[in-house]
């Protein structure tokens, strides 16, 4: 019987799908196959444990038979918890329906996490080329899932953009899928320079622009003659095309602008003394003789007055020596 034990736990069951693959799982049915109180119950938690395995892998069969880490870590965590409720909830002798019915909620729970991944998420590209790193439920190894565009061709449409001349446009090439991408695939602008949607376009009518890593270019300063269909590529190092679209660039020009001539308003004619804002030659003679005039007294008032100020000041100078001399003969 000990031998018969051994053997059992030491090997892996080939049917091993998805919610086994995450190892966290296969010890949490292991310490549940230990802790029955006999052996033969052992024996019969390891058996419903094994069917479990088959069944899981056949719900993984018929859904695609792989998952992402996402998935799969919804998945097991859903389940963990749902095991760890079962295991409060029973004691160490449970019998054989209650362990069935927790493997079979397992099987519920990955086959609920399975559809809304096959549905939603598997798969995003409505167009384009999508080569993704996902895990096989059989082998436990992660693998290339290719998912083709469903129109069969790389080409994701147009998009009318249009500007102004002096302007900028911003030519987005993101899709959200594109994060799931193997590699580090790169976009490759290119430009047909003329009226877009005019003419059909092939290969040799492009001119490349710019190979970068990042989604979206900037086009600044924008001239007529710069508009035509701009086409972002996404590819990786060996030339393999993800994804393809074309943005058909109008640039308007600017309106003519219309430069005015300035008016010049004729003199006003001689002897026009009208206006005291514009006076003739005939009244500037006169006004420039009386500012003259008064600007000649003024000098010589001042000049006089000037002249009496210092003959005040010396005049009182005296005194005050005369009065010092004075006092000094007295005073000898």
Known sequence: MLLMLVSLFCCVPASQACL??????????????LSAPTVDKQIERKKICDHAYVTYRDTSRERKGVIDPTTLYRAKTEYQSEFDHFLK???SGSGTFEAI?????????????LDAFIRDELCPNK????NRRVMDCFSCRYKIYICPSPTGQQDCGEHPLQAEE????????FLPWQR???GTPEYHYSWAPGTPGTEKLDESDFKALVVTGDSSVVLNQLRVSEQGTYRCSLQDQNGTVFYRVAFLLTVAPLPLQTHRSFVTLPPPPGGDNYSPFQPSEDLLVPVIAVVTALSLTAGVGLTVVL??????????????????????????
């Not at 167009?127 to 999508?130: D, H, S, W």
């Open 180 to 182: 799931l991408l193997l």
């Open 20 to 33: 086994q693959c995450d190892r966290s799982i296969r010890l949490l049915h292991e310490d549940f196959i």
């Open 89 to 91: 909830t029973q004691h």
């Open 127 to 130: 167009c384009g080329l999508l």
């Open 166 to 173: 002096g302007g900028q446009v911003v030519l987005n090439c």
């Open 307 to 332: 002249g009496m100020m210092m003959n005040q000041r010396r005049a009182a100078k005296e005194l005050r020596m005369r009065e010092e001399e004075i006092v000094s003969e007295n005073i000898v």
């Open 101 to 113: 019915q927790i493997m079979e909620k397992g099987r519920k729970i990955l086959e609920k996490h």
